[in-house]
């Protein structure tokens, strides 16, 4: 099975811009969840989603919104980006089945820096 | 409030010496334990997992981590270490079988770098 595949792997921003980032999960899998990783505040959840349905959303301004096609493929959108928004921005889908619908499955990443 | 404590933020060891990282939680609940390893320029991997039932588990490259509830405590340890292990670790956890079973909490990682 391919793994989780996100698009692109790198961006550079001006402040005040907007970005569109994307994943595409495992085959099969429907949900999946948002990640920022920085090196001040490691990683932090950003929201699921599961069967198009945003299900649970982490600690983040509203400027961080997110939405799931009904091929399971994710997008999740910054608006007004800040310079603090410069991260490592990770995707991760889960399966159904027990046990490994408890497990995640990360994508390589993509890189923001807002300049 | 939900939370993963890392005591390790930076170790160096050289190889064949023992590896022991230390994880500690604090969740209302049931949950699921998780280790996941980045390596350079690498996306997250799963190492290992404790989902329920014996409390020692075994993951790939002969890692292997203990779960003490009492203790809310998930340490990772390897008996001897390879240049190859060189990477950053990261305890987390989520709720089990619930809404918020896509919302993991990490800890703040381990950098671990092994001296050949």
């Known amino acids: 099975k391919a793994g989780v595949t996100q698009t692109p792997r790198y961006l550079i921003k001006t402040r005040g811009q907007q970005v569109t980032l994307s994943c595409s999960p495992i085959?099969?899998?429907?949900?999946v969840s948002w990640y920022q990783q920085t090196p001040g505040q490691g990683l932090q959840f950003l929201f699921e989603y599961f069967s198009e349905t945003q299900r649970n959303k982490g600690n983040f301004p509203g400027r961080f919104s997110g939405r799931q096609f009904s091929n399971s493929r994710s997008e999740m959108n910054v608006s007004t980006l800040e310079l603090g928004d410069s991260a490592l921005y990770l995707c991760?889908?889960?399966?159904?089945?027990?046990?490994?619908?408890?497990?995640?499955?990360f994508g390589p990443g993509t890189r923001l820096t807002v300049t | 409030a939900q939370s993963v404590s890392q005591h390790n933020h930076h170790v160096i060891l050289s190889e064949a010496a023992s590896l022991e990282l230390g994880c500690n939680y604090s969740?209302?609940?049931?949950?699921?334990l998780f280790w996941y390893v980045q390596y350079p320029g690498q996306h997250l991997q799963l190492l290992l997992k404790?989902?329920?039932?014996?409390?020692l588990v075994k993951g790939i490259k002969g890692f292997e981590a203990e779960f003490i509830k009492s203790k809310f405590s998930f340490n990772l340890r390897k008996p001897s270490v390879q240049w190859s292990d060189t990477a950053e670790y990261f305890c987390a956890v989520n709720a089990k079988g619930s809404s918020n079973t896509g919302k993991l909490i990490f800890g703040q990682g381990t950098t671990l770098q092994v001296k050949p």
């Open positions: 085959s099969g899998h429907r949900s």
């Open positions: 991760a889908s889960r399966g159904q089945l027990w046990p490994r619908r408890d497990e995640q499955y």
């Open positions: 404790y989902f329920s039932g014996d409390p």
């Open positions: 969740y209302g609940g049931t949950v699921n």
